[in-house]
């Protein structure tokens, strides 16, 4: 059964501040992974998609990294902004039985990021 | 481009009551369709996925169902609602048989009291 763990579960840094969100599965066995950001009491919001055969993938200030073997994922958010205050959330992507893929995600618990001003 | 849709957006309901949520999605076809359920110090757990009309998969053993009767609409209910139900309801699509990304509605806080 896979497992995701996110650490830290809470995080709080003053603006500008460089930071790294952490990200573990226990089955390396995955087609991708993907990092949501939760605003409270919204849905989620898709930040990146990294596909198993790549390595990382940037979106403007957001970074994400995938090592499939080791089992691990991080998101780097550089120069932070109150406005990245959320949730954020890791989640991979298994195959269905048979080859066919439904794409269901396991999730982690999520990170709690405050941006003070 | 894609947009999804759920209603209603909060729901208070007693418990033994029915429920019915909606989900529905635009501008894309043959989507495969989910329902999550987030509580809290729970995280997200998958409960419904839906590969075609008519085609329902569920996850967990639970008291609710789910259909969907047209290609882009999906249904949550219950006949009768419990006081564990209550949660946040997020529907979710992608594109079929592409390992591609999930897409989120803006979910249904539903209370059961």
């Known amino acids: 059964k896979q497992e995701v763990t996110q650490i830290p579960a809470a995080l709080s840094v003053p603006e500008g501040e460089n930071l790294v969100l952490n990200c573990s599965f226990t089955?390396?066995?995955?087609?991708?992974l993907q990092w949501f950001r939760q605003d409270p009491g919204k849905g989620l919001t898709s930040l990146l998609l990294?596909?198993?055969?790549?390595r990382e993938q940037t979106s403007g200030r957001l970074n994400a990294s995938l090592d499939k073997s080791s089992g691990r994922s991080t998101l780097y958010i550089a120069a932070s902004q109150p406005g990245d205050s959320a949730t954020y959330l890791c989640a991979v992507q298994a195959s269905g039985a048979g080859g066919t893929s439904y794409g269901k995600l396991t999730f982690g618990q999520g990170t709690i990021l405050t941006v003070h001003p | 481009s894609q947009t999804i849709h759920q209603w209603p957006a909060t729901l208070v309901q007693p418990v033994g009551s029915p429920l019915s949520l909606e989900c529905t999605v635009e501008?894309?076809?043959?989507?495969?369709l989910y329902w999550y359920r987030q509580a809290a110090g729970r995280g997200l757990q998958l409960l419904f996925y839906?590969?075609?009309?008519?085609?329902i998969s569920s996850e967990v053993p639970q008291n609710l169902s789910a259909s969907r009767p047209q290609d882009r609409q999906f249904i949550l209910s219950s006949k009768k609602l419990l006081l564990s139900d209550s949660g946040f309801y997020l529907c979710?699509?992608?594109?079929?048989?592409?390992?591609?990304?999930?897409?989120f509605g803006p979910g249904t806080r539903l209370t059961v009291l």
């Open positions: 979710a699509w992608s594109v079929r048989r592409a390992l591609g990304a999930q897409y």
């Open positions: 839906s590969v075609g009309i008519g085609q």
């Open positions: 501008g894309t076809s043959n989507p495969n």
């Open positions: 089955d390396s066995a995955i087609y991708n």
């Open positions: 990294i596909q198993s055969s790549q």
